[in-house]
């Protein structure tokens, strides 16, 4: 029977697959006793779930190329290693053939019993173990499952898979990806949290909140998402399929439009040129940058380059990755953000604090750089010897005051003369910017601004911490407001203090990207966007319909506004003929 679910679209599009639940061993364990006669059929039955998984993993790795391989390789190791463990794979053995388990039941019971051991263990990277553990075992109850028939494997593999779970870590997104699931649909989150914002990246739709999800849904049930309503319809109807259907010949010819823009300058109505930047973490991405004819790279996220490493990548690494970007632009600027981990972005190699009772409040960023020097220092000798290859900009994430950017600057000023020493070529001038993404960031700019070459706003983090809003939390979703009148006077005033000091000021959070954002921005003195390449052509195509000098009359009111229902009237009137 049909039914729809509601939720929050987090990344565009529409996918149409068979419904795989991560955990589907929440309502699928089979606690029944086993009787004798049946116990070596269900370590059979045990055995090819295990060859099941183990074959995926291989498969994966063989599908692995480029960044990608470097950036998840050793995490597919890591579960294959522990599928071919005799400890872990004799335990469940036995407690099927001793105990009388079911082979799902037994799965669940050696699953908790490791998970208990690694949680008593005072080393952090080791208790953070624990969630492999967890993986391997969900892979092998998947297998399970998927003994169910021939004809619906084929099925399965024709249509592909949608991903149905609580969450996602970011790091999971990129295999997921890899192994062909279509799209995602998760109980929890929201659309700005990294694992949304990775989606986007990865052209992978995805429905968020849909809280009723892992209830409703069995495996293999067929499921249509709509990325942008936010909706789940699970057995969808001919209407539905029809609808798809039409979204899919529309979706190519919106592209085909769109690809007409690629080669033109970005300006407004009114003759304003507008530099359109593009946000960036892999190949693809690089690519697509530079069909779209972005103005160069204004974000390029290098957390995903330590995610799911044992050992953070060496300088020769990072340097390889960053230089692959620095040519893949052809001359065109690169803005490289130094490591930005913590809250929801831990890593596998113990940098990350894994018992902070308040991690979006603690050691991330620029924080954590700074405890570990020797890293940062690895990280922008990369950097600067990347820079030998085409212009390179150095951002600096979480910035909360200037004694953290003198001391990156000193950091950046002392690779460079080792460097130079060593006889690498490197740029005479790598600029150094900050992010503004912290309120106190944001007031304390005027004084801060002389030791800055650059500023780069980031909204998503700049709107949590201005409201006090965990911007993983989607009960608070409705708050999460960047149209609140706080932060639009931050945004106005972080604007227009790097503009009088002639710093360059762009804006890459979630708001440079979303249409209905950019007359409001346009008319706060923006002119840098910085987006995700695939929404690029069509901000374009919006600003050349905008009169830059008619929405600049706007902005005093704008900022006088004291609720966001009179922000919203200012706005309307923007768009008035």
């Known amino acids: 029977m049909r039914l729809v679910l509601t939720g929050s679209g987090a990344s565009r599009g529409m996918a149409l697959g068979r419904a795989r639940l991560q955990q589907p061993s929440r309502d699928l364990v089979d606690e ?17 779930a295990i060859e099941i998984a183990r074959d995926e993993l291989a498969a994966l790795r ?32 036995e407690l099927v053939r001793q105990g009388r388990y079911r082979a799902s039941a037994a799965l669940k019971l050696q699953r908790d019993r490791l998970v208990a051991v690694f949680e008593a263990m005072d080393d952090p990277y080791l208790r953070s173990r624990k969630e492999d553990i967890e993986h391997v075992i969900a892979r092998v109850q998947a297998g399970l499952l998927r003994e169910a028939s021939s004809e619906e494997r084929k099925l399965a593999a024709r249509v592909g898979e949608i991903l149905v779970s609580d969450s996602v870590a970011p790091a999971e997104l990129v295999p997921l990806a890899e192994h062909g699931v279509l799209g995602v649909v998760q109980t929890a989150g929201s659309r700005v949290s990294h694992g949304a914002i990775l989606a986007r990246s990865l052209h992978l739709p995805m429905v968020v909140a849909a809280h009723d999800a892992l209830g409703a849904i069995q495996d293999d049930d067929l499921v ?52 359109l930047y593009a946000n960036a973490e892999s190949a693809t991405d690089i690519a697509l940058a530079r069909a779209s004819g972005a103005a160069g790279i204004g974000l390029y996220r290098t957390e995903f380059l330590f995610m799911q490493r044992r050992e953070p990548p060496s300088e020769d690494e990072q340097f390889q990755a960053y230089c692959d970007v620095v040519l893949g632009m052809g001359g065109l600027p690169v803005t490289i953000r130094t490591l930005d981990l913590g809250a929801d972005k831990a890593d596998a190699s113990g940098l990350t604090l894994d018992d902070e ?147 360059r000021v762009s804006l890459c959070g979630e708001m440079a990207g979303d249409r209905r954002y950019t007359a409001l921005l346009l008319a706060l003195g923006l002119t840098d966007f910085s987006m995700h390449p695939g929404v690029l052509l069509e901000v374009r195509e919006l600003i050349a319909t905008l009169d830059r000098g008619e929405l600049r009359k706007h902005t005093a009111a704008l900022l006088r506004a004291p609720t966001r229902e009179r922000i919203e009237r200012v706005i309307t009137r923007m768009h008035a003929p």
Not at 243 to 267: I, M, N, V
């Open 357 to 503: 009772d308040n991690p979006a409040l603690g050691v991330r960023g620029v924080r954590l750089s700074l405890r570990h020097p020797q890293l940062m220092r690895t990280q922008l000798r990369a950097i600067l010897r990347a820079s030998a290859f085409g212009p390179v900009r150095v951002l600096v994430p979480m910035v909360c005051a200037a004694e953290e950017m003198s001391q990156m600057r000193v950091l950046l000023r002392d690779c460079a003369r080792d460097l130079r020493s060593a006889g690498h070529e490197i740029a005479d001038n790598v600029e150094l910017g900050a992010m503004i993404e912290v309120p106190a960031a944001a007031i304390a700019l005027p004084s801060m601004i002389r030791k800055l070459d650059f500023v780069a706003i980031g909204t998503n983090d700049l709107v949590q911490y201005t409201l006090a809003i965990d911007r993983n939390n989607d009960h608070l979703a409705d708050l999460y407001d960047p149209l609140h009148p706080a932060v639009l006077r931050l945004l106005a005033q972080t604007i227009t203090t790097a503009q009088r000091a002639g710093k």
């Open 224 to 275: 249509l998402i709509d990325g942008e309503a936010g909706e789940v319809i699970v057995h969808p109807a001919a209407p539905d399929l029809a609808r798809y259907r039409a979204w899919q010949r529309d979706s190519l010819q919106r592209s085909k439009q769109l690809a007409l823009l690629a080669d033109r300058d970005t300006r407004t109505r009114d003759g304003v040129a507008i530099a």
């Open 32 to 48: 029944r006793p086993l009787p004798a006669d049946e116990v070596e059929a269900e370590v059979e039955r045990l055995k090819r």
């Open 62 to 93: 063989d599908k692995l190329h480029g960044s990608m391989a470097r950036e998840v390789a050793e995490f597919i190791d890591a579960h294959s290693l522990m599928l071919a463990d005799r400890e872990l794979t004799s335990g469940i053995y």
